[in-house]
């Protein structure tokens, strides 16, 4: 018998494909738990009224909360002994998923890189979530440090390919949405798409601290069982000195932080790209600041239209005082400590009528 | 665009109304989460087969978790800045609700006092929750303290009226439950209406500590986001130094702590009022002593008696030990430290056969 | 009225029945909350299609958290005032539970032994747990240490007789349960009933660290209320100085984090015996240990086989690095104080095709 303990660099061959275990049933527990771990007050989520409203049946699972639930199916192949999950790109919600899917992921290897210390290694992945019906509801990149499991290992190599922005959204449709409908008493704001323009920041006020058993209970709700975030133990003789908070909650607190101002912002669509930039802690305190970086209409949702954020999670400080977000250090580009996330992504916003 | 973030005392007009924002569908999950959080072993609300007993469909959801989430609804315009979430007066409990209900809150301005010192005031409102068919389920009263955005504001005031008591319940029935019908086993005791006597004290002897993720994953899913309970970096410049608890998370662990020697004190139906006396913090062991103050019978509630209770939430130090609630200091009655909660409020409780 | 507190060693009576209280519907939200607190990635109780695949039509619920409610409506009768958990023997699941059903318990009092310190004494218990359709899903012995009220009473005391093992399976099966259909895909793991060796021992790679608030949300979701999990300002005047983790959180942890290596390892049929061996506590970090102490198949679990397994939850101390268990002293056998569990247990695993 061979035990499974995840893979290291040299268990990444390029092109391999990856049929991930574990397909997840979502059930009104998990929606539920999610809500109360982050902070979640996005009607569509919580409402049968308001999804009903817009044409659902039924309320939308939260796209951060089905990416979570995919990415987590894809840990114990890619990431079970990541040193650091670097980054996304290109993550796509091509459906909505409901309460009573179950979903399952695959990952192809689109990229291997070894490092020049010759210990560590990066590995990056193309994931796709599909659900019962074999339908295509979200794909996404990341790259991840992978340590090799001996320093003396030759490794065979793929560099990938740029990876593609997808600014032209259309793999992403929400056909079976009509935004129109939407009525703005469900959020309590009148702040609509044409209320948006490129350019503006918001700096919410709202700061959430967190403590070890809300981003250990959201990780284990994900089954994502990354080494890393549950076992103080063995995190104690690391750097770190104690465990490390999944880069995702971090995700989730400012998408929730966010609400406020953004209050229409019903769905996340896609994100261009994401960066963990710092490590978070328990008892860091998560602000966020978002910035309107691009908004337009497609066809694909029709009624509403689509908005560009650049969203920063921020620790420590409340957005309204960050000032540098990143400066030069040795000609390099180096976030500010306090900044945690630095992420771009697209949400559909209804449009006045 | 303007940033929302929250009512100031400025922003109170007498008889204003607010519809509030978010309906909320409550799920098999919320009821799951909360019975955790607070060790709640009422079967009424986790026994379909206790709920069948007694005449009912299915579990109807606990009194005191629906009025965190009708009282949820309210937070975002009424008390998002509050420096302090004063009393509760008049709360009735008109109807019972289901898991898959969607429930809303509006609330309307009947008081607006400003303080002596200029810079912060009381804002009176009565709240009130609808079910999906619109039907009242919920009302109550509630003064919150709220600063002023600017000292030199001229203040509109409205001085409310004295605030009714509900000893007739006379809004209050349970026509479609049939308590003669309890059977007194699914709770384990045999206590019933005749064995309480007016004047009778009792020194619940289960105590329960609070972490900091129990209060915040309460306050969460109710999606009440006061920024004081959530936000320790914040806090840590007020004279707190620290995440204040949600004064309801206390009022939840009395109730259900008081489950002992109450076992068929099986709903909440009217609440004539609630103080916060004390605040407290992660850490705090809370216990709770009961009074019962009342007892009648009443048409609305067949088979069943009537409790009228005081009950006090104390911290860090058993009931039984306990000896003045209150003490005079310049002519003011006080409240001991260690007393968190005071509330007087009306249980059902089936009568014997 | 007499407030209830709980029974001490004089309130036992040799064959005394206790009919607990508080039957509890399992719902979707308990499943969730479990998978969520213990890290749980078995797919048969996440997944629809994986139960369906093996001809159930819904996926059971965890061995595991069934055993910890069924346990929770004991503990109001049996172990309120409970020094220490002692152990358990002959546990059986005789029968899958599924969400929407209704469980109760019941116990008979099976042996009262008063210690030689006159203060404290030993109970033995035989519980079982029905559905509403009365059917016999689980039943169990367990022995706790219970103080006497006062130290001068006389107790009627009953040796309790050999507690038998179960190694015949006779009264569990899983006709229901087509086993040969199970797809290994939904664990990823190819590892099965014939991959494994009697003798063989498994070194699980993951540790999880447990906060105050995942231990006492468990226990409370189990509506367990034994007072020591919860109560800390009563246990910092033990010898303790904390609240104490309910042993049984460790059992559902080692559960867990074996499924690296045990991924086929569907369901837990049985437990022969087990041994809350040391205390644990908030900050422990859990690692487990997996002997295969026997291999059979029999006629009640078609298309797999059973492994039993010695599981050792250790505190602190990764798997690997423990060489003894036990040692002597005093001419007694002694755990190392960094084995907090020994459980002896059934499992069903699938056989090759």
Known sequence: MSQHQGNFLEDFSPNQVFQ?????????????????????????????????????SAAPVDDILLFHVAFGRTVNDISLNAVANLGYANIQFKRNAYV???????????????????STGVVY????????DNEEILSWIRWVMVPKRNNDSKINELIPN??????????????????????PIDTGSDLLFEDYDIGQVINHSS????????????????????????????????????????????????????FESLENALQVVGVNSGVHSNPTFAGDTIYTRTEIID???????????????????????????????????????????????????????????
């Not at 009573?100 to 010759?118: A, P």
């Not at 689509?306 to 030069?328: D, F, V």
């Open 20 to 56: 991930h275990a574990i397909p997840r049933t979502i059930s009104d527990g998990d929606v539920s738990l999610y809500l109360a771990l982050v902070g979640n007050r996005n009607p569509l989520h919580c409402s049968i009224i308001t999804a009903n409203n817009i044409g659902l």
């Open 100 to 118: 009573g899917d179950t979903i399952r992921s695959e990952s192809q290897v689109i990229g291997v890189k070894e490092n020049s210390n010759k």
């Open 125 to 132: 992945v193309r994931s796709t979530t599909f659900n019962q």
């Open 162 to 183: 740029d990876l593609p922005e997808i600014s032209d959204l259309s793999e992403i449709h929400r056909h079976d949405v009509s935004y129109a409908d939407f009525n």
């Open 207 to 258: 700061g959430m601290t967190i403590d070890e058993t809300d981003h250990t209970l959201a990780t284990k709700l994900y089954q994502n069982n990354a080494k890393l975030h549950f076992d103080a133990h063995m995190m104690k003789s690391t750097p770190f000195k104690r465990r490390l908070i999944y880069g995702g909650h971090i995700i989730s607190l400012c998408r929730s932080l966010s």
């Open 295 to 353: 908004k337009f209409e497609h066809d694909n949702f029709s009624g509403a239209g689509i908005l560009r954020l650049r969203q920063l999670g921020i620790k420590n400080t409340p957005s309204a005082l960050i000032e540098n977000i990143t400066s030069e250090k040795n000609g390099k580009k180096i976030y500010d400590p306090s900044i945690v996330l630095d992420i771009d992504y697209f949400v559909v916003i209804p449009k006045r009528k």
